[in-house]
């Protein structure tokens, strides 16, 4: 076969906690920028948060956005944002829905204003219906024309939706952050849940200030979006903490900042091959996915990212900075019964022949018995690493006589 | 020593295969409604007929959430208690006057004795009313608790005329749910103007008064109402009618609805016996005057009175295009609505964008896998290829899962597919690493592949149950498309761990066993 691409040497050993300090900053300097522009500039809320009506709109041939938004405009219901959606041929309109006295009127005018524009672009008939009203002018003897513009897509949401579901849209990513921090903590020591919750509040944040910089349409998709964005970050991070955790207990006479760099060491391969197989889908996604979801496809490209980089470079940090020390770790060499045996087995080992050991150990019935072993040496020279490794081959071969 | 179990095959084909057969009814057209709106299915035997439902952002429709406008509610339940109760009375022969303000109606009968007996009469048809009695009076309200009562069943009637007048239009499949109290969710897929549905359309028959319109009318008695725009030459001014509030003929007596073309198009329509009856008094007593026929609080028509007309037979004339009077004449054949509605939210997708989206989202999905697979083929080799493999399985799956519980596939749920495709490999890139570390710590293939695959399960288990309790949330609090990507999203990472765990192992597994390798290429 082909010769395998290897991101990193096989045993990378980069001081990545080195560089805490630089990217505790950084961090803490991307989630400042990100509120002050959320709160200097504000966000580009789609018309799901902000209500409003939406018209996606295809015409038969190639237009100036200009001309649509001056005849938009003469309609009289206020000057409609309208840009380009994906071609020439293809514009988005939104109007801005003027704060009514009541829902009755707000109503009244989305239903003047959709009139009015079905008026000025008459809509193009499809098949079915098509049929329907050449019938109906032949025999209602009018004259019809079949009009030039595909309505793509037309939306509305009232002042009052919009409100709910703002609500329901922070609801829900507040309750989502607390649910993982919540489960973290009960797999995990709380140090561990605040830093997690920590960083997902960090990729959260710094989302909205994306959206906040480059005035992407805020909306439903956007809220989603947001809450994969948690779910992939700590995806992350668990599997660092995993592995943090892991080391911790094998290691726990060694400073925590080593262990933890050994653990994003041992990670750091799986954590960029995961980010770039997920931003590859992504990003053909972006190519040549519907334009629609472009905007709900570039926040979760920025979640990959930030996420990879919050697991890396903040979460695991703020487990350092908490003050997190490895020796609050159980020195544990392994998790089961059957490792709890091979254990004994390594620290009670009475005779060594050629190639068979003797040892006395205690059962889980609490008998004490002596067993034998065959021992079998690694037939490569290579060096052994893990002390765990090597207990458990004894005790497979135990198994096996 | 076998590193195949022989279970692990067992589960796994029969998994696949049972994954593959509820994929399998996506392969064929999807169902089609005919005439009668009976569904026709193409999927043949021995599959079963169920396939992805489309969203209607999929496959273009109408998304409207109505609130239904009970403001009016007791003021309109307190105008059927005069029409039903005068009714009842005057067909036991019981002389009464009856008007109805917004929280009562005031019986005036001749004596005590008249009043008592229909007291009786009313306490039958109206058991949730309110009775206070004064002499020859009798007044009829309603408290609050029995109110709540009419308000909820004012809902449901709404619901049900809306979705007896979609039928009656034959349009498939719609979807339409009552959401708390006064809110309606109507979704019907394939339309884009559902506007009409949702006219109250109620046509009631009065006799124009001779009164002059300008003087001040007495407003318990008579209304006045504006004709419709639509009787209107260019240029002419619109005028009002002054009509008498109570109506001859209610749009509940209406029974067969028809369009005539003979004299210009008209919309035809026959009482029942009592709207007969009715009719036939009311032009009787009338003869010369003109009657003023009203749809939602607008004259459309306004008839001379030339005779009694007995045969129960109506015909309105209004001006009306052909389309319009067979729409006209088909919901009115459904009733009115019991009350108004308003849309509060409305999404249409048209079924060129739907269509179009569809298309893309394959394309992205394909081009997804393309390069994920070059990718891990050119990291893990021969195991990187197993993993596509297992990935593509996965999507097959995924599809029928989706399939087997009738869920709904939305544009985001397709986001959802693409980016499930991205993380499926997680957990073989990081049993994978695991793999490598035992093989460099010496020891066997085989042993390798047990230890990475038993020491990298519970961080999968982790990681996939935070992203699952995010999902989860979504769909909890999400509406529409964002269930949609919530639900594929979950499935998704269920069939993944599954296919990444077991699919893969097997696979390898095998693979240890009929070349017992020296050395993983890993």
Known sequence: MFPLIRLFPSNSNINLLGFRRITLIASVLLVAVSLGMFFSRGLNLGIDFKGGLLFDLRFSETVTIDDIKAELSDLGYGTPEVQAFGSDRDVKAVFAIPSASSEDEEIAIVRDIKSAVRELYPPLLDSDDLELAEQAATEGGYAFVNGAVEYRRVENVGSKISGELAQKGALATALALLAIAAY??????????????????????????????????????????????AGYSINDTVVVFDRAREEMRRYNERPVIEVLNIALNRTLSRTLMTSLTTLLALLALFLFGPLVIRDFTIALMWGVVIGTYSSLFFATPMLVVMGLSARAFDKKIVDDDEDDYAAQLAASVTQVDDDEIRARVRGKDGVERTVEAEMILPEDDGPIVSSRTKRKKKKRNLGRK | MSYTRWWQPVVVVFVVLAGMYFAAPNLFPRATYDDTNTAQNYVPAPFLPFQVNLGLDLQGGSYRLVRVDLEDARASYMQDIQRIGSNALRDQGIALRATASDTNVRFQFRDETAMLGAREILRGQFPNGNFTDEGAVLTVGIDDEAFEVVKSETVQSVRDTIERRIDAFGLTEPSIRIQGQDRILIEVPGVSNIDEYLQKLELTIHIVSRANATRNPNETLFMLLPDAERMLQPGQEPISYLIEREACVDGADIQGTGVSSEYGVAVTFTLNNRGTKDFASCTRNNVGERLAIVLDGEVISAPNVNEAITT???????????????????????????????????????????AESINKGAIACLVAMALVLVFMAFAYGLFGLMATVALVVNLVMLLGLLSLFGATLTLPGIAGIVLTVGMAVDANVLV????????????????????GYGAAFSTILDANLTTVIAAVLLAAFGTGPIQGFAITLTMGILTSMFTALLLTRLLINLWLDGFKPSKLPI
């Open chain 1, 184 to 229: 973290i903590w009960f797999r995990f020591e709380w140090q561990f849940a605040i830093a997690a919750l920590l960083a997902l509040t960090h990729d959260v944040l710094t989302t909205i200030g994306l959206f906040a910089i480059f005035q992407f349409t805020f909306d439903l998709p956007t809220v989603a979006a947001i809450l994969t964005i």
């Open chain 2, 312 to 354: 129960g037979a109506v015909q309105i004339s209004g001006g009306f295009a052909f389309e319009e009077a067979r729409n006209l004449s088909t919901l009115l054949g459904t009733g009115s609505l019991a009350a108004e509605v308003e849309s509060i939210e409305e999404r249409v997708v048209g079924p060129g964008l739907g």
């Open chain 2, 432 to 451: 994978f690493e695991r793999i490598r570390e035992e093989a460099r710590a010496g020891l066997d293939p085989g042993d390798s592949v047990a230890s």
